[in-house]
């Protein structure tokens, strides 16, 4: 449970709540719906003068409420329910990664033609370095050739 839901549960504001809190977790209390009375006492007894400390500390003594048993359940509880969040999370993407992998399988295999396209293209590159090599070793307007021979039909 939630410091804000807390909060309005108890009547007690959000950032005093949540000096409470801290403290009954270094204690190894979660905060659930069980401690709303623990915390009403502790803002008594800090109302009177106590520190926060002292007071979890007078409440835990009196309180039953922080049994450790009941502290393990509690959070075993919410373990197991974090787990199947996860478990129903990961069945989502496994569907996901099927849908995905079908959808690769759909695709057209890669043809002799574009193996052909890619031959021709570098064929010309090469061709255009020779020839960029073969101008710039002359000094002559190299440009004009190399315009006329890329645009060539």
């Known amino acids: 449970m939630d ?3 807390l909060s309005k549960r108890s009547g007690i504001k ?12 270094a204690r190894g209390i979660d905060p659930t719906e069980a401690i709303i009375p623990m915390v009403q ?4 007894l800090t109302g009177t003068g106590m520190t926060i ?11 039953e409420v922080g049994d450790p048993m009941t502290r393990m359940e509690s ?3 919410e373990l197991q329910k974090e787990n199947q969040a ?14 995905l992998q079908d959808a690769v399988k759909a695709l057209p295999k890669p043809s002799d ?5 890619w031959e021709k293209t570098v064929k010309r590159l090469d061709q255009l370095e020779a ?18 021979r890329l645009f060539k039909r």
């Open 3 to 5: 410091i804000t839901t």
């Open 14 to 25: 959000y950032y005093t709540l949540r000096r409470y809190t801290q403290e009954l977790k």
């Open 41 to 44: 006492e502790i803002y008594r």
């Open 53 to 63: 400390k002292k007071a979890v500390d007078h409440v835990l003594t009196r309180e």
């Open 75 to 77: 959070k075993i509880n």
């Open 86 to 99: 996860l478990n129903q999370l990961v069945q989502v993407y496994l569907s996901k990664i099927d849908t």
């Open 113 to 117: 033609t574009t193996k052909e396209v």
């Open 131 to 148: 020839l960029i090599k073969y101008r710039t070793e002359k000094t002559a307007p190299w440009y004009k050739t190399l315009f006329k």
